[in-house]
């Protein structure tokens, strides 16, 4: 179905042009050839994350070998992908499987009602440079939004953030023409974003501090993977990448296994990584968390850059609060003043679920906040529709990938069965309705949003298991007719 067509009935409609809902595009097209659907996408670029987030350094925190599609490696050689190469690798992947045509931009998903005695969804969506509404009618739905807001990123009520003289910005609205050339600059933050900041601005400012409340976890990982250089000399390059495939993915759960069986060897490993490359002399204080390693994410820096610049005093850290913000930078408990031209807060992410927008059945609204979701794909009692939600301790898009794989399965099973409705059945004393999808994450953006997101079962398939063999087993392997699920 073309982009530019004007009647809006598909077999299949997938809300949002990211990573997750372009492989979910390229997977129908794949496997379920016969289907017709189309992508709604709320901006005016596929890329998702990658074409939102434009600041200085913005690069994948995992290995590209495994947040590369599994049905389209990707074939260089850097461990660490900037964003630009990463929005380029999904542009490239939707033009080569003709998905780029069934993008509908510009269209901000606002509700989506499902009709028992129609068996679809009717969904509608504001055109937000006209305002107009449109309407779009579905057999199945798949929600590929991600988990956070695209709107606004976290930002704390800092006292006396009126008086700063400067300019203060959140790296999720970065703007075009910043220029922090020898400015004095103060990154306010101790994850992904902060650590990809600090030494991509290092070059260019004056001076740069990373300004923590706590410290996270940081390792270094080469920026380039020298290994399969040397096995692309002698053995085919579809070896290569796919060895380099099996062999991090592997070691992400090797690594997240040992950090949760053995966390006070994790972490002295960890620490002792961090004071090679800052040298012995280095206040240690600054690299010790309160919490566990795999609590929270671990930060990945290539090449220990970030070590790099504040070992040869281009950078600084410094762990404290704030007190206030003044006119010419920030006031910490401690009394210590931090002069600065421009503050960077990258203190987080606000957690949102579908996009915003509303769901509900024959006309009651649904919470999918007491729901759980079945084989982390499906949501309990919900019918016909689907959500992609990735792993949060390994690659986003090795689950991404399988979930799409089984939807595929799925709707093929229902052709074949002629069948045309599939309702995943719990039971609410299955539910556990302290833990959402996320528990295993102990991160803010987690916590202050926890109870926004579906919640987890005592047992598979409403069980959340984090572990890319196992739902492999689960999503491709198991039969699709377990019991659980009502076809009609």
């Known amino acids: 179905m073309e982009k530019n067509s004007s009647h809006h009935e598909f077999d299949v409609l997938i809300i949002g042009a990211g990573l997750s809902g372009i492989g979910a595009a390229c997977h129908l097209q794949k496997e379920c050839a016969g289907k017709t659907f189309a992508i709604l996408e709320r901006r005016q670029a596929m890329g998702g994350t990658w074409d939102l987030f434009r600041y200085p350094g913005i690069r994948s925190d995992s290995d590209m070998f495994s947040f590369g599609y599994g049905f389209r490696p990707w074939n260089e050689l850097q461990v660490l992908a900037d964003g630009p190469s990463i929005r380029n690798y999904i542009h490239e992947t939707a033009d080569e499987y003709r998905v780029s045509p069934h993008i509908h931009y510009g269209l901000k998903v606002t509700g989506a009602a499902w009709s028992s005695s129609e068996n679809r969804w009717t ?61 004095k600059v103060v990154v306010i933050g101790s994850g992904a974003t902060a650590v990809t900041l600090v030494p991509a601005m ?44 099996w062999r991090n993915i592997k070691l992400q759960r090797l690594i997240y296994v040992i950090a949760k069986k053995y966390p006070d060897f994790t972490r002295k490993l960890l620490l002792s990584n961090v004071k090679r490359h800052v040298g012995k002399d280095f206040d240690m204080t600054h690299f010790q968390p309160v919490y566990q390693p795999w609590d929270e994410r671990l930060c990945a820096v290539p090449d220990a850059d970030l070590f790099r610049d504040l070992r040869e005093g281009k950078a600084d850290i410094v762990t404290d609060h ?69 792993y949060t301790n390994a690659s986003w898009t090795l689950k991404a990938d399988i979930a799409s794989a089984y939807i595929c399965r799925l709707l093929n099973y229902m052709d074949a069965e002629g069948l045309t409705v599939v309702t995943p059945e719990g039971d609410s004393d299955l539910t ?31 069980k959340v298991v984090n572990h890319y063999g196992k739902d492999k087993h689960i999503l491709l392997e198991e039969p699709v007719e377990d019991g659980l699920l009502r076809f009609s």
């Not at 070059?203 to 993977?225: K, N």
């Not at 031209?341 to 024959?362: E, P, R, Y």
């Not at 556990?432 to 598979?460: E, F, T």
Request: aromatic share 10%; charged share 25%.
């Open 123 to 183: 969904v509608t969506a504001e055109r937000e440079d006209s305002g107009e509404t449109e309407t779009f009618l579905s057999r199945f739905l798949i929600g590929c939004t991600g988990y956070y807001n695209y709107d606004q990123g976290y930002l704390p009520e800092f006292p006396g953030m009126d008086r700063f003289q400067g300019t203060c910005v959140h790296p999720q609205q970065w703007p075009k023409d910043l220029d922090y050339r020898d400015k």
């Open 202 to 245: 290092a070059e260019e400012t004056s001076h740069i501090t990373m300004l923590q409340r706590s410290p996270s976890y940081i390792f270094s990982v080469p920026a380039y993977d020298k290994f399969s250089e040397l096995l692309d000399r002698v053995l085919p390059s579809g070896w290569v990448y796919r060895m380099a495939r």
């Open 322 to 390: 704030i007190d206030t913000f003044t006119e010419n930078g920030i006031r910490l408990k401690s009394g210590r003043e931090l002069d600065a031209d421009i503050i960077i807060a990258a203190t987080g992410l606000n957690l949102q679920v579908l996009g915003g927008m509303s769901l509900s059945l024959d006309g009651e609204p649904l919470d999918v906040s007491e729901r759980m979701t079945y084989k982390g794909v499906l949501m309990e009692g919900v019918p016909n529709m689907a959500w992609i939600f990735g």
């Open 432 to 462: 556990l309705a302290d833990r959402s999808i996320m528990d295993a994450l102990a991160s803010g953006y987690v916590k202050r949003s926890s109870h926004k997101l579906p919640r987890q079962g005592r047992h598979h398939p409403w």
